[in-house]
């Protein structure tokens, strides 16, 4: 299986970071091939606009939905962008890590979304024909706060219901979601219970193939 993990944490020394080694490892080590685009490190561009493309369709009038269609069809995509496509359309899974960041995405991982999962690309926007039909997806998530700040009853919601964003943008594109992965309150977290939850981690990305 090909893997391509989607990085978005601004800090190399942090637990997402040691998430994501724990994760290239035992993927590595069950036979799998994996590929990380971590978009800090990058300097990933987050903002959609006309540099993304190296042609026009429309050079008068910026519409990014056609210049996306154009791009696709026409092979005129960034080169930054172009990169991304490549590793995407390899990936058989598309493993996005974060911190939840009010709720939803860091603006840099937001930003691949609307810059790589283009029109013609992950979906066709005018049949709304789902394009990477085929692939999985998993959010792998921290929280800064604990367990129970995402339940139903909690102050922030289900946190089933607040990753609806990214299980609507992978339906859209064909891609099956997968049952995310939460670690919760990760700065509180001992050193023992850190272990016990890469260890939780470790055994979850063992069991995918089989469970998923």
Partial sequence: MNVLIVYAHPNPRSFNSVMRDVAVDR?????HAVLVSDLYAMHFKAT???RDFKDRQEPDF???LIEQYHAALSGTFADDIAQEIKKVDWANLIIFQFPLWWLSFPAILKGWCDRVLANGIAVNLGTYDPLLAG???LCVVTTGAKEPMYTPE???GDINVLLTFARGMFAT???EFLSPF???GVPTLTADEREALLERYRERLSLLKLAD
């Fill in 27 to 31: 993927l590595t080590h069950a036979g």
């Fill in 48 to 50: 959609l606009d006309e």
């Fill in 62 to 64: 910026f519409n990014p």
């Fill in 135 to 137: 692939k999985k997806g």
């Fill in 154 to 156: 909690g102050p922030a």
């Fill in 173 to 175: 594109a064909g891609i």
């Fill in 182 to 184: 939460i670690a919760y």
